[in-house]
T-cell receptor, first 114, second 114 residues
């Protein structure tokens, strides 16, 4: 079942600019994660933000979470050509004793123009 | 090196010919999962396993089987593949810990059913 929805579907920017992607979801979550996928390869975990956190940083990545609006954003600062990839948000909505895993959105395809 | 290993990377087969995609992880993770990725549909969960001998259906289980006889292995079985199972498949694993939701993905198996 679809939980997270990324926006925009595709984004093209110049190298050095900042890239912002958004994720909206529907139900309460334990945490929200962002993953990157290079073309046809496996997803790589970028960052996890828990439901009681509002902002988190990791290198050039900044993630925010607004549980009242059920939304998250991923900001990549000073973009590089190597950041060209698809980015997915994934929500973890497990409750105590539940067995569900992460639910992924359809992704934002980011293209960094040299 | 911590990793999830899937084999084969590419597979072309014909309708009805049984096949198995193998998945192995070396991180002693309890939780393992299979996803398929299709254009416009994102990642959809096929089956998951919380531990040895414990498996459950995801969102799109029809036409697939799994088994979890050992903690490290979680093969995906297509008893009678059909063309609508042509897709990119990913195996993933993670520790079963509410605080450690990070998924580790394999490199993917591109399956074509003719």
């Amino acid at each position: 079942s679809q939980q997270g929805e990324e926006d925009p579907q595709a984004l093209s920017i110049q190298e050095g600019e900042n890239a912002t992607m958004n994720c909206s979801y529907k139900t309460s979550i334990n945490n929200l994660q962002w993953y990157r996928q290079n073309s046809g390869r496996g997803l790589v975990h970028l960052i996890l933000i828990r439901s009681n956190e509002r902002e988190k940083h990791s290198g050039r990545l900044r993630v925010t979470l607004d549980t009242s609006k059920k939304s998250s954003s991923l900001l990549i600062t000073a973009s590089r050509a190597a950041d060209t990839a698809s980015y997915f948000c994934a929500t973890d909505a497990r409750s105590g004793g539940g067995a569900d895993g992460l639910t992924f959105g359809k992704g934002t395809h980011l293209i960094i123009q040299p | 090196e911590a990793q999830v290993t899937q084999n084969p990377r590419y597979l072309i087969t014909v309708t009805g010919k049984k096949l198995t995609v193998t998945c192995s992880q070396n991180m002693n993770h309890e939780y393992m999962s299979w996803y398929r990725q299709d254009p416009g549909l994102g990642l959809r969960q096929i089956y998951y396993s919380m531990n040895v001998e414990v498996t459950d259906k995801g969102d799109v289980p029809e036409g697939y089987k799994v088994s979890r006889k050992e903690k490290r292995n979680f093969p995906l079985i297509l008893e009678s593949p059909s063309p609508n199972q042509t897709s990119l498949y990913f195996c993933a694993s993670r520790a079963w810990d509410l605080r450690a939701g990070k998924l580790f993905f394999g490199s993917g198996t591109q399956l074509s059913v003719l």
